[in-house]
């Protein structure tokens, strides 16, 4: 078990799973640039841990995140913007599954979509606030467009709405919406769920559900049937189908999956 607090965002590592929690609750999480230079810095750091299988994103206070820091700056010099935050959650080997307990807006819906499992408490809101400021949902379009429909697009980018978290879901911005008291067992058992697959495995998916829907099918049928003989021809495989007939589990399923010892109290969301 490891684990450190880097100012604006807490970071630990137990059970092969890494936590990377914003801890700014007094400004909501917004995203200030030591928000963003800690949200960078731990998502590589846990991208580069091998003992790492699943990074969960987290938050404390009533605030999963408010968006873009309206304060008029502190400063502080931006080592990652939003898009690079954004591109280093999907382009994370390891799933990042989100835990939402509070509201969730503009540049939080954001980092919400671009997570590849996101769960919210019921009591979650979530906004594309932008408009109502005279501006638009630009760098946040990249992933939350792929995950909607044109129609749900256009109510919830024009109108500025916010929307209770089954609403979010249904528009496929987020996994899905649970009460609040079964928050952490819905995150806790996607994450079991996720550390059974196979490292390499898991990475592979990922990456194929990005790139397939931009290749033209012939590349797409020969370049997966590649990918195909070479997983199949793995260690990793070969692991996996020995546990198989062997009834047991594979030798990269952490004894302790889905434990999260480590995780900050987070409160639940306000009205």
Same mark, same amino acid.
């Given at each position: 078990?490891?684990?450190?607090?880097?100012?604006?965002?807490?970071?630990? =590592?137990?059970?092969?799973?890494?936590? =990377?929690?914003?801890?700014?609750?007094?400004?909501?999480?917004?995203?200030?640039?030591?928000?963003?230079? %800690?949200?960078?810095?731990?998502?590589?750091?846990?991208?580069?841990?091998?003992? #790492?299988?699943?990074?969960?994103?987290?938050?404390?206070?009533?605030?999963?995140?408010?968006?873009?820091?309206?304060?008029?700056?502190?400063? &502080?010099?931006?080592?990652?913007?939003?898009?690079?935050?954004?591109?280093?959650?999907?382009?994370?080997?390891?799933?990042?599954?989100?835990?939402?307990? %509070?509201?969730?807006?503009?540049?939080?819906?954001?980092?919400?979509?671009?997570?590849?499992?996101?769960?919210?408490?019921?009591?979650?809101?979530?906004?594309?606030?932008?408009?109502?400021?005279?501006?638009?949902?630009?760098?946040?379009?990249?992933?939350?467009?792929?995950?909607?429909?044109?129609?749900?697009?256009?109510?919830?980018?024009?109108?500025?709405?916010?929307?209770?978290?089954?609403?979010?879901?249904? #528009?496929?911005?987020?996994?899905?919406? &649970?009460?609040? %008291?079964?928050?952490?067992?819905?995150?806790?058992?996607?994450?079991? *769920?996720?550390?059974?697959?196979? /490292?390499?495995?898991?990475?592979?998916?990922?990456?194929?559900?990005?790139?397939?829907?931009?290749?033209?099918?012939?590349?797409?049928?020969?370049?997966?049937?590649?990918?195909?003989?070479?997983?199949?021809?793995?260690?990793?495989?070969?692991?996996?189908?020995?546990?198989?007939?062997? *009834?047991?589990?594979?030798?990269? &399923?952490?004894?302790?999956?889905?434990?999260?010892?480590?995780? /900050?109290?987070?409160?639940?969301?306000?009205?």
């Amino acid at each position: 078990m490891s684990g450190d607090a880097g100012g604006a965002v807490v970071f630990a =590592v137990a059970g092969g799973v890494a936590t =990377v929690t914003m801890d700014r609750p007094a400004n909501r999480n917004a995203l200030t640039p030591e928000l963003l230079n %800690g949200l960078g810095d731990r998502l590589e750091a846990a991208q580069a841990d091998p003992a #790492v299988r699943v990074i969960v994103l987290g938050h404390t206070g009533p605030a999963f995140c408010a968006g873009a820091d309206l304060s008029g700056g502190s400063g &502080v010099e931006a080592r990652f913007g939003l898009a690079d935050v954004l591109a280093l959650i999907q382009d994370s080997p390891q799933p990042v599954v989100a835990r939402i307990a %509070g509201h969730c807006l503009g540049g939080g819906v954001g980092l919400a979509a671009a997570c590849d499992l996101s769960v919210a408490a019921e009591g979650a809101r979530f906004g594309f606030s932008e408009v109502r400021l005279g501006v638009a949902p630009a760098i946040i379009s990249v992933v939350c467009l792929p995950k909607m429909r044109r129609g749900d697009a256009l109510e919830l980018f024009l109108t500025g709405e916010r929307i209770a978290a089954a609403r979010a879901a249904e #528009v496929g911005l987020i996994s899905a919406a &649970v009460p609040e %008291g079964e928050l952490d067992a819905a995150v806790d058992a996607i994450v079991g *769920k996720v550390l059974a697959g196979g /490292p390499g495995a898991l990475a592979a998916a990922k990456e194929m559900i990005y790139d397939v829907p931009r290749m033209e099918r012939g590349e797409a049928f020969e370049r997966m049937t590649r990918l195909s003989r070479a997983l199949f021809s793995s260690p990793e495989a070969a692991e996996g189908i020995a546990a198989f007939h062997e *009834k047991r589990r594979p030798a990269w &399923v952490p004894a302790a999956a889905g434990a999260h010892p480590d995780r /900050p109290q987070q409160q639940s969301s306000a009205p």
